[in-house]
């Protein structure tokens, strides 16, 4: 099987910034927006109502993604209901079928290639993949926003409504479809303060752990 870094990270934890670097240091590719993309090759459908469906579920919680649309860089002019031939490919319950699929695309990548994976409830999905590292990125939540704030250039007021939307969102998500709260330690083998540490100090934590985890078999450790 291949080694698997699982990254989930609260809003203004870096994710984004680190997900890549440990990628990069260990050689695996980073796996993101490629989670949708492949979902949505897979099923037919198009990115964009992927993406709409996948992050604003009309039903038991509203908004439920709008943040992360926007983190994926995704104009909101393209986020609109599926289209009847979306419907007619994902059947009477496409919520279930988008998580369906994007779980099969993550086993796919840990039974393959393997990578860094950032989010998509990845540390729940492959928690039975023995080569995989879980990390959890969070920090206090005033700390989070303000370094948001400074990174995104807006300010804290805004950067702290969208750290709240975000975080409620994708632990929604979490607790409706695995049952399960995505920040408890449980999930993970390395939950890091990465606005205390710092983003490089929090690479290097990841990579060290990683190597160490993910490659000892294959270096007779």
Do not use: W
């Not at 290639?113 to 080569?131: F, K, M, Q, S």
């Amino acid at each position: 099987m291949a080694p698997v870094v699982t990254l989930s990270a609260s809003f203004g934890a870096g994710g984004s910034i680190v997900g890549p670097e440990v990628a990069e240091r260990l050689g695996l590719p980073f796996l993101d927006r490629a989670i949708p993309a492949a979902v949505a090759d897979a099923l037919a459908v198009p990115m964009a109502d992927v993406v709409a469906h996948d992050e604003r579920r009309a039903s038991g919680f509203e908004r439920l993604f709008a943040n992360l649309a926007r983190a994926a860089a995704v104009p909101d002019a393209e986020l609109g209901t599926l289209p009847t031939a979306a419907r007619s490919t994902l059947g009477d319950q496409p919520e279930q079928a988008l998580r369906d699929q994007t779980e099969r695309v993550l086993r796919r990548v840990a039974t393959t290639d393997g990578g860094v994976i950032l989010g998509r409830a990845a540390a729940i999905v492959l928690r039975d993949h023995a080569p995989a590292l879980h990390v959890r990125l969070d920090g206090p939540l005033s700390e989070r926003v303000l370094r948001a704030s400074r990174a995104e250039g807006i300010d804290e007021a805004r950067a702290r409504k969208q750290a709240t939307e975000t975080d409620r969102a994708r632990e929604a998500y979490v607790k409706h479809f695995y049952k399960c709260d995505p920040s408890a330690a449980s999930h993970y083998h390395l939950v890091l303060d990465s606005v205390t540490l710092g983003n490089p100090t929090c690479v290097e934590l990841i990579v060290a752990a990683a190597k160490a985890h993910l490659f000892a078999d294959s270096q007779g450790v």
